[in-house]
């Protein structure tokens, strides 16, 4: 459920009619809905009641907008972060340093020491090699590190390629057959506090089935492990679980995710760590973009967009649906390719599709824009980065601000040399 809804004809973000943020903040621009994010962080929560002692992470990389991240601490989640940015953007929004979990394949030297002195939870190492330099650096200041070693499963996570990290010729984490030898290496290390062990196998699932296949193994491993000696009080579960982009879409529900994961892991006698990002932040945003204009084409008209793909790169990169919608529509329907002002092919949002009829000027949106949208937006074609705005009931605010061309440029040099 979400708060982007109809109201005497006009679609609005709780009770802020979406017409009057695109005539106040003008467009393209992200609208995000404080009550959808707070509302889909409990029913996450929720659904996690019979998993026993659970810490739950949002993953930064969803959603980094500070308003969004300070909504989220104040629902009492910590951050998911994979680099030094994410980790200072998770601080500055409050969230507590013991809260926050650093993943990511490539942790620079210099991003586990800011870790390590900003005194975060927990290191999700994704190779020995990365254990090793971050015991070396705890151990050289007298620190022991807390961590955990994330563990590449081998499983089909039945989702997009690109969004797949858990089959073995990914590069996230250890293959799950060599594990148990790196860890009792890593478990010796003066500078590490191995506590368990971390698992994503992908985003945007389908199904309970890969995840299910995947927390058995994590389960047996969990089991080898104590089997060998060591000490395991903490497994990571990861993100990836799905949410609907078109209305026919049925990924599982939260409520049912969760049972699955009490079922399986009812034995396990650790606490559960939760990396959620679309489920959280996906449809608690949208974003608005006004018609340039329509363009006749061989089969359909073109609707031409002033949002384009690199404001949500999206449908671009990974042929991803958004459900368009005109922001007051007649109930007329149109057959057409809408599509962003910019020089490539790829720059399109939907073909041929049966959308509301819009004309030159009208508004529009995107939906399900508030995961992987404006944090993935770049200034292609010099065009400004797109601002994002958040409503609560019946105010809003700009929480991030439109960046123009002139801002970029002015950090930009042509050097004395060239003059
Ligand atoms: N944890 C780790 C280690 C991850 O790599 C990810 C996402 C998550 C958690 C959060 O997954 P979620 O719950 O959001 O599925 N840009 C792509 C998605 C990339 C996801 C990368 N990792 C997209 O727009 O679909």
């Given at each position: 459920?979400?708060?982007?809804?109809?109201?005497?004809?006009?679609?609005?973000?709780?009770?802020?009619?979406?017409?009057?943020?695109?005539?106040?903040?003008?467009?393209?621009?992200?609208?995000?809905?404080?009550?959808?994010?707070?509302?889909?962080?409990?029913?996450?929560?929720?659904?996690?009641k019979d998993a026993g002692k659970i810490h739950l992470a949002f993953a930064v990389k969803a959603n980094p907008n500070l308003a969004v991240l300070r909504i989220l601490a104040n629902q009492g989640y910590g951050a998911d972060v994979v680099s030094g940015g994410e980790l200072q953007r998770a601080?500055?929004?409050?969230?507590?340093?013991?809260?926050?979990?650093?993943?990511?394949?490539?942790?620079?030297?210099?991003?586990?020491?800011?870790?390590?002195?900003?005194?975060?939870?927990?290191?999700?190492?994704?190779?020995?090699?990365?254990?090793?330099?971050?015991?070396?650096?705890?151990?050289?200041?007298?620190?022991?590190?807390?961590?955990?070693?994330?563990?590449?499963?081998?499983?089909?996570?039945?989702?997009?390629?690109?969004?797949?990290?858990?089959?073995?010729?990914?590069?996230?984490?250890?293959?799950?057959?060599?594990?148990?030898?790196?860890?009792?290496?890593?478990?010796?290390?003066?500078?590490?506090?191995?506590?368990?062990?971390?698992?994503?196998?992908?985003?945007?699932?389908?199904?309970?089935?890969?995840?299910?296949?995947?927390?058995?193994?994590?389960?047996?491993?969990?089991?080898?492990?104590?089997?060998?000696?060591?000490?395991?009080?903490?497994?990571?579960?990861?993100?990836?679980?799905?949410?609907?982009?078109?209305?026919?879409?049925?990924?599982?529900?939260?409520?049912?995710?969760?049972?699955?994961?009490?079922?399986?892991?009812?034995?396990?006698?650790?606490?559960?760590?939760?990396?959620?990002?679309?489920?959280?932040?996906?449809?608690?945003?949208?974003?608005?973009?006004?018609?340039?204009?329509?363009?006749?084409?061989?089969?359909?008209?073109?609707?031409?967009?002033?949002?384009?793909?690199?404001?949500?790169?999206?449908?671009?990169?990974?042929?991803?649906?958004?459900?368009?919608?005109?922001?007051?529509?007649?109930?007329?329907?149109?057959?057409?390719?809408?599509?962003?002002?910019?020089?490539?092919?790829?720059?399109?949002?939907?073909?041929?599709?049966?959308?509301?009829?819009?004309?030159?000027?009208?508004?529009?949106?995107?939906?399900?824009?508030?995961?992987?949208?404006?944090?993935?937006?770049?200034?292609?074609?010099?065009?400004?980065?797109v601002p994002e705005v958040l409503v609560d009931g019946d105010r809003y605010a700009v929480v991030a601000e439109r960046i123009e061309p002139a801002t970029i440029m002015a950090a930009e040099h042509v050097p004395d040399w060239l003059k």
């Amino acid at each position: 459920m979400d708060h982007f809804q109809l109201k005497n004809g006009v679609l609005h973000a709780e009770d802020i009619p979406l017409s009057q943020i695109a005539e106040e903040v003008g467009t393209p621009v992200y609208v995000y809905s404080r009550a959808t994010l707070e509302r889909h962080a409990q029913v996450f929560r929720e659904g996690l009641k019979d998993a026993g002692k659970i810490h739950l992470a949002f993953a930064v990389k969803a959603n980094p907008n500070l308003a969004v991240l300070r909504i989220l601490a104040n629902q009492g989640y910590g951050a998911d972060v994979v680099s030094g940015g994410e980790l200072q953007r998770a601080l500055a929004a409050g969230m507590k340093a013991e809260d926050i979990v650093f993943s990511g394949v490539g942790k620079s030297r210099e991003e586990l020491t800011l870790g390590l002195d900003q005194g975060i939870g927990q290191f999700n190492l994704e190779s020995e090699e990365e254990g090793v330099m971050l015991a070396g650096i705890a151990a050289s200041r007298g620190a022991k590190a807390s961590a955990t070693l994330r563990v590449n499963p081998d499983v089909d996570a039945g989702t997009h390629a690109k969004i797949s990290t858990g089959k073995k010729e990914n590069k996230f984490g250890v293959a799950i057959d060599v594990a148990p030898a790196i860890y009792a290496r890593l478990s010796q290390l003066d500078g590490l506090d191995l506590r368990g062990v971390a698992v994503h196998i992908g985003s945007q699932l389908q199904s309970l089935d890969p995840l299910e296949t995947c927390y058995a193994r994590m389960g047996e491993l969990v089991a080898q492990l104590r089997g060998a000696g060591h000490v395991v009080t903490h497994v990571d579960l990861g993100g990836g679980l799905g949410v609907p982009y078109k209305p026919e879409d049925n990924p599982p529900s939260p409520a049912e995710y969760g049972a699955m994961v009490a079922r399986v892991t009812r034995d396990w006698d650790v606490t559960l760590m939760f990396e959620p990002g679309r489920v959280i932040a996906g449809n608690g945003g949208v974003m608005i973009t006004k018609v340039i204009r329509i363009k006749p084409g061989l089969d359909s008209d073109f609707v031409i967009v002033d949002a384009a793909m690199n404001d949500l790169m999206r449908p671009a990169i990974y042929d991803a649906w958004h459900d368009f919608e005109a922001v007051e529509p007649s109930g007329e329907t149109m057959v057409a390719s809408i599509v962003g002002p910019i020089c490539e092919s790829s720059d399109i949002f939907a073909k041929q599709r049966v959308v509301d009829r819009v004309e030159t000027d009208d508004l529009g949106i995107f939906r399900t824009a508030g995961a992987y949208g404006a944090t993935m937006a770049n200034t292609y074609n010099s065009r400004p980065l797109v601002p994002e705005v958040l409503v609560d009931g019946d105010r809003y605010a700009v929480v991030a601000e439109r960046i123009e061309p002139a801002t970029i440029m002015a950090a930009e040099h042509v050097p004395d040399w060239l003059k």
